[in-house]
């Protein structure tokens, strides 16, 4: 089967730079997706890797490794509204995606 | 343009009732989806619909049946509600031009609770 594996809860402060890492066990897949929600809203798609390597959106990007069964999700110049849930998940056949259980993060003043 | 549009928006039912809850999209897109989330969790899908026409069951089918009307609807019924069905319901959509990446379009979200 598919796992995802992600920290339940990462916190850093206003203005930094954190890492949210993502770590799966599957036997095939076509990529790895990064997702936002923020309490009680739903969730709205950041960034995905098809290939290895580094995307880079604004102040999110996002890595994938294969060989190394591991991705991140890296946010610069944090802002206070960047605190919310994010979710890696992997894509399937059929479109289907498989989520992680989600990392908190809470950011500081 | 009011993308992908779920009712209702809360719900309470009791144990053995039953219920749909309506979704649709306005984007034209093929494929339409139903996830739930419980607290702490991702989302773990219910059933899904690759295109009109067609339906098939996700991970966590167990309890519900969907039927998907037209290309803009994708309704999701509870038969007889179980309070292990209380959680978030959320419809997604996936616009044929996004394929290759996933990107789902999601609505509001359907909150449940059974009691």
């Known amino acids: 089967g598919q796992s995802l594996e992600q920290p339940s809860e990462v916190t850093a402060v206003e203005g930094a730079i954190v890492q949210i890492n993502c770590t799966y066990q599957?036997?095939?897949?076509?990529?790895l997706s990064w997702y936002q929600q923020h309490d009680g809203g739903a969730p709205t798609f950041l960034s995905y890797?098809?290939l290895d390597g580094l995307e880079e959106t604004g102040r999110f990007s996002s890595f994938l490794s294969r060989s190394d069964s591991y991705g991140y999700l890296l946010l610069q110049e944090l802002q206070m509204k960047d605190s919310a849930s994010y979710f890696c998940?992997?894509?399937?056949?059929?479109?289907?995606?498989?989520w992680g259980a989600g990392t908190k993060l809470i950011i500081k003043p | 343009n009011a993308g992908v549009t779920q009712t209702p928006k809360f719900q309470v039912l009791k144990t053995g009732q039953s219920m749909t809850l309506q979704c649709a999209q306005d984007m034209n897109h093929n494929s339409m989806y139903w996830y739930r989330q419980d607290p702490g969790m991702g989302l773990r899908l219910i059933y899904y619909s690759a295109s009109e026409g067609t339906t098939d069951k996700g991970e966590v089918p167990n309890g519900y049946n969907v039927s998907r009307l037209n290309k803009r609807e994708f309704s999701l019924r509870l038969e007889s509600a179980a309070p292990s069905q209380t959680s978030v319901y959320f419809c997604?959509?996936?616009?044929?031009?996004?394929?290759?990446?996933?990107?789902?379009?999601f609505g509001e979200g359907s909150r449940l609770t059974v009691l």
């Open positions: 599957t036997s095939g897949f076509y990529g």
């Open positions: 998940a992997l894509r399937g056949s059929n479109y289907q995606l498989i």
């Open positions: 997604a959509s996936l616009p044929r031009g996004t394929e290759n990446t996933g990107e789902l379009f």
């Open positions: 890797n098809a």
